[in-house]
Structure formats: structure tokens, C-alpha cells
């Protein structure tokens, strides 16, 4: 089995920075890539922001220029800076990464979620 563990969400002021992280565990041979999602209230999930483990990046429109992803092969985790938040970034940012298992089984895997809320 593979787990993903979120961290990093919080309240912040309109115009900071928060910084999430995911780290994926557990039977990993390899990974195709890792991104974020999120559900503001009462919307569909959506993409912010996913990188391929050779370094392919895709933003969101809303977020390209103020969120950059970054990932770290070695502990296999992902991590999402953003700047310059604003009250419509308010969300449930979700961790999301394709795996190959040791078994060979290739599976989308998601993280429990982690609350961002952003105030005017």
C-alpha cells in the first residue's frame, strides 16, 4: 500500500504565503508524477499545480506566477509555495500522485486533505 501525507495548511492574511508539503510512503517503486488539487466550498475539485518526477510542471491559470511546485526524489514528496494568496485560494488542497507499486500496479493515490484559508 502507498499512503500520502499532506501538511503545511493554515489561516493567513490576503497577500501571504503558505507553504504545503506532501510526502508519499509505503511500497514505492517509482513515481510518474505528484500534484495538488483543491475544493473550495461548495465547488468541484480542480487542479493547481502537478510535476513530473523529469520535472514537467502544469499550473492552474489562476495560480501560474504566484504558486510554484517543486518535488524532492529522495524523500518522495512534493511541495507547493504560494504568494501573493488571495480569499479565492480558500480551499481543501488535496495530494495527489500516480505509483508504480512493487507489485507493478500502476494507482492514483490521495492525501485526507489539508484545509487553506485565506482572509480579506
Known amino acids: 500500500q502507498v499512503q500520502l501525507v499532506e501538511s503545511g495548511g493554515d489561516l493567513v492574511q490576503g497577500g501571504g504565503s503558505l507553504r504545503l508539503a506532501c510526502e508519499a510512503s509505503?511500497?514505492?517503486?517509482?513515481?510518474?508524477?505528484m500534484g495538488w488539487y483543491r475544493q473550495p466550498p461548495g465547488k468541484n475539485r480542480e487542479l493547481v499545480a502537478l510535476?513530473?518526477?523529469?520535472?514537467?510542471?502544469n499550473y492552474a491559470d489562476s495560480v501560474r506566477g504566484r504558486f510554484a511546485i517543486s518535488r524532492d526524489s529522495a524523500k518522495n514528496s512534493v511541495a507547493l509555495e504560494m504568494n501573493n494568496l488571495k480569499p479565492e485560494d480558500t480551499a481543501v488542497y488535496y495530494c495527489?500522485?500516480?505509483?508504480?507499486?512493487?507489485?507493478?500496479?500502476?494507482?492514483?493515490?490521495w492525501g485526507q486533505g489539508t484545509q487553506v484559508t485565506v482572509s480579506s
Open positions: 495527489d500522485a500516480q505509483i508504480t507499486s512493487t507489485d507493478g500496479s500502476i494507482k492514483n493515490y
Open positions: 509505503g511500497n514505492i517503486k517509482s513515481i510518474i508524477y
Open positions: 510535476i513530473t518526477w523529469n520535472d514537467h510542471t
